[in-house]
């Protein structure tokens, strides 16, 4: 059996496999346990890089794999003997890929992160195995091919992420926010749950390329249209449904905070999965006129999505700056960053099928690759600011922004790795954040230019959060409190410095990132005739 | 006509179950409307698959006639195991909540901002 | 002779280029100036005694802990000339989670009521 072959399942079933064995190996001692969960994480990650490896160099950008079947006879007797496609698959594009490196690096860090930081508590055998569980789930929902495949993983990935987020089972707030996640997740997951059985109901299939080619743009589509749209986005936490993630992202440990970002923008893989590839050629359809706009599909569910992107950056970034607990204030932020993401992919959609502006192309390749490649650098930029908060409880055991103060004369490493994330996450160059968000802007001042300013200026109130916590937590004199407070342990150190390498090698050589991860992935997105025809042959 | 007629109790359902979330002030209540609307989608998935005049699709040998598609059988059974298990997590939330906070109002539990 | 493109690393946006190279060059230049500017000061004082301290008009130095300006007071003029928005997003984040799902159901029925009603 070749590994090289089986690559797509095994990037699933490693996971699964060590978190059904984490108990088992947590009965023998504990430390055996920590190392066992690291070498699984880290295998993982090495199976997803040598599957984007393949993905990249393969001739048409995109690997199928038939769970149950031998791949080559399942494909080829679809196409020539028009079999119905009862199998279900994995089919792993440029996107996938991208979204798969995301999806397995975060994982590894926050393992790597809680071998010290959770050293205290009890229960830990559960912890980890919650923890691989929902990062099978996180990377089946980024994988796979088939939309009924698509709300189990996103099931399990949210049961996984419910019960870590009330970990702290002391204190009430936890247990409050965990129940708030899965009220909103359960509600979200049954209404796709919904759409996928009106797509069933008119196509007689829940493969993503058998519906994509069959579809077409009438009354029951328009509904799953929007049945996706909105609980994806709740899921994603578009305004004005972002307001469970300060309570979810703020009341949980600060390594599981670092796994959910992951899980989160999953979740707007499926956004763009739903627009993009599901509903490609429909949303280009001739609609009506108004005035001198073509009132295309696409350029309506552009428009409102763009307006929707407005108020989640102006709700985050106002809403950040009146908090008082550390972790919260940065959830809202990371709400603000989900609105630079979804002004990004909003002004590809007005542009490519609304546009009368003379280089679509240009702008609509540019916004994508912007939105793509911030989706990275957010991940790394909060993950890094969260888990310098969570070094911060470790160290101090308080959250409240009021109470701390005079840190950096004792953590010295930890007020660098901050920096570091301050100026990544406002997008000041030369880190990563500002060659993302330079892209978004340049883009959306082509569609409209009130968009770029108003992302500018939240940027900048972005940083003046962030200079508000550099300067009441690191700065000042010493609290009487605070004296004996020492730096973190080397492990949690070593952690953050992986994250900050990363960012500062993304930042210092963006054209090596975007010209070889985003770019394939912004092609796959944009013509998902590939998609389709990797599967049932050429039409 | 009279085949449309679970279609209608799906949308009442869904309704009724968006009622008990939205308009209810009782964190039991509130679950039990998530569960409401995971009855109608169910419902709505086995609906699908009948066709008229047919029989269970569990023969191997068949006594002849057409049988109902097994297809949104086979979803409901994994959505229902989904629905049972997402239930049993919610309520042991809410005891751990009673615990607590001594109360199951939903708006006394809200927290700070 | 080097390849000065692929040394500077010119990053291709939509409308111009950034290179993040080019970016550190100037700033250590810059940061450079600043150096020399500063050495051109006064090095001549004596530290530890009265020359280092802040002067705040002959009063007292008071405590150092309880002047530190707490972080919930930091930006006061921004909040308080912006008091309308703020009310109006507190009242809106309650805490409770049917409210969360009513928001849910508003933003369906607008796109429902845009991507349906326009033929």
Not at chain 1, 406 to 419: D, E, P, Q, S, V
Not at chain 2, 94 to 105: F, S
Request: with cysteine; glycine share 8%; charged share 10%.
């Amino acid at each position: 059996m070749n590994i090289m072959d089986h690559l797509p399942a095994l990037v699933v079933a490693v996971p699964l496999l060590g978190a059904f064995l984490t108990p088992l190996v947590g009965k023998v001692n504990d430390k055996l346990r920590n190392i066992f969960v690291i070498f699984i994480a880290g295998l993982t990650c090495a199976l997803v890089f040598l599957l984007a490896n393949q993905v990249f160099t393969d001739p048409d950008g995109i690997i199928t794999y038939v769970f149950g079947a031998d791949t080559e006879d399942t494909l080829k007797s679809i196409a020539e003997q028009g079999n119905p496609l009862v199998r279900i698959l994995f089919e792993v594009d440029g996107l996938s890929a991208f979204m798969a490196i995301i999806g397995s690096l975060l994982p590894l860090v926050a393992v790597i992160y809680s071998w010290s930081f959770m050293k205290e508590h009890t229960g830990l055998d559960k912890y980890y195995t919650l923890i691989l569980l929902m990062t099978a789930g996180m990377l089946g929902m980024m994988l796979t091919g088939d939309l009924f495949n698509f709300f189990v993983f996103l099931e399990i990935t949210s049961i996984a992420s419910a019960a870590l987020i009330a970990f702290y089972t002391d204190k009430g707030k936890a247990m409050v926010a965990g129940f708030k996640y899965i009220v909103i997740s359960s509600i979200g997951a049954l209404f796709i749950l919904l759409a996928i059985a009106i797509f069933y109901a008119q196509y007689d299939a829940l493969n993503i390329a058998v519906i994509a080619n069959n579809i077409q743009y009438g009354f029951l589509d328009k509904i799953a249209l929007v049945l996706l749209i909105a609980a994806l986005g709740m899921k994603s936490a578009f305004a004005p449904m972002h307001m469970w993630l300060p309570d979810a992202y703020g009341r949980a440990p600060a390594s599981v905070t670092f796994v959910l970002i992951g899980t989160t923008l999953a979740s707007l893989y499926g956004v763009l999965r739903v627009c993009f590839t599901l509903y490609g050629k429909n949303l280009a359809a001739t609609g009506s006129n108004l005035g001198s706009l073509n009132l295309t599909p696409g350029f309506l569910l552009g428009a409102l999505l763009v307006v929707l992107a407005i108020i989640t950056i102006f709700v985050g970034v106002f809403m950040a700056l009146k908090q008082v607990d550390l972790k919260r204030m940065i959830a809202y932020v990371a709400v603000a960053e989900i609105g630079y993401m979804l002004l990004a992919f909003s002004a590809v959609l007005i542009s490519l099928y609304g546009g009368t502006s003379p280089n679509t192309e240009v702008v609509s390749q540019t916004a994508l690759k912007g939105g793509l490649f911030h989706i990275f650098n957010d991940a790394l930029d909060i993950g890094l600011l969260f888990l310098v908060a969570g070094a911060i409880y470790y160290a101090t055991k308080e959250t409240s922004l009021n109470k701390l103060g005079g840190l950096a004369r004792n953590m010295k490493y930890t007020t660098i790795f901050f920096l570091i994330g301050l100026f990544a996450a406002s997008g000041m160059p030369p880190m990563n954040g500002f060659a993302s968000k330079i892209l978004i802007y340049e883009s959306t001042y082509q569609v409209n230019p009130i968009l770029s300013v108003i992302a500018i200026l939240c940027s900048i109130l972005i940083l003046a959060v962030f200079v508000k916590v550099f300067h009441s937590v690191f700065l000042g004199p010493e609290h009487v409190s605070l004296k004996n407070v020492k730096e973190v342990p080397k492990i949690m150190l070593l952690s953050m410095a992986i994250i900050s390498g990363i960012i500062i090698f993304f930042g210092l050589f963006p054209d090596v990132v975007v010209n070889n991860l985003i770019s394939p992935a912004a092609e796959a997105l944009t013509n998902n005739k590939i998609y389709i025809s990797s599967i049932l042959g050429v039409i | 006509m009279i085949y449309n007629i679970p279609y209608f109790a799906v949308i009442a359902l869904i309704l009724i179950g968006l009622y008990a979330i939205l308009f209810r002030r009782n964190l039991i209540k509130i679950v039990i409307g998530i569960t409401l609307i995971e009855s109608g989608v169910n419902l709505f998935l086995i609906t699908l698959g009948y066709r008229e005049g047919s029989t269970a699709p569990i023969y191997t040998l068949s006594p002849g006639g057409i049988m109902s598609m097994p297809v949104p059988q086979a979803l409901t059974l994994t959505s229902i195991v989904i629905g049972v298990a997402v239930l049993a997590l919610m309520l042991s939330f809410i005891i751990h909540i009673y615990r607590h906070y001594k109360t199951l109002d939903v708006r006394k539990i809200g927290g700070d901002d | 002779m080097i390849d000065w493109n692929s040394f500077v690393k010119i990053f291709d946006t939509g409308a111009g280029f950034w290179s993040p190279i080019i970016w550190l060059i100037v700033i250590l230049f810059a940061l450079l100036i600043v150096y020399i500017i500063r050495s051109y000061g006064q090095k001549s004082y004596k530290k530890g005694t009265e020359q280092t301290k802040p002067f705040l008009s002959g009063n007292p130095e008071g405590d150092r802990e309880s002047s530190h300006v707490k972080s919930s007071n930091l930006y006061w003029g921004f909040m308080e000339s912006m008091r309308l928005i703020y009310k109006f997003l507190s009242n809106i984040h309650t805490g409770n989670v049917s409210d969360y799902v009513l928001w849910f159901v508003v933003i369906m029925g607008i796109f429902f009521i845009v991507i349906m009603g326009v033929n």
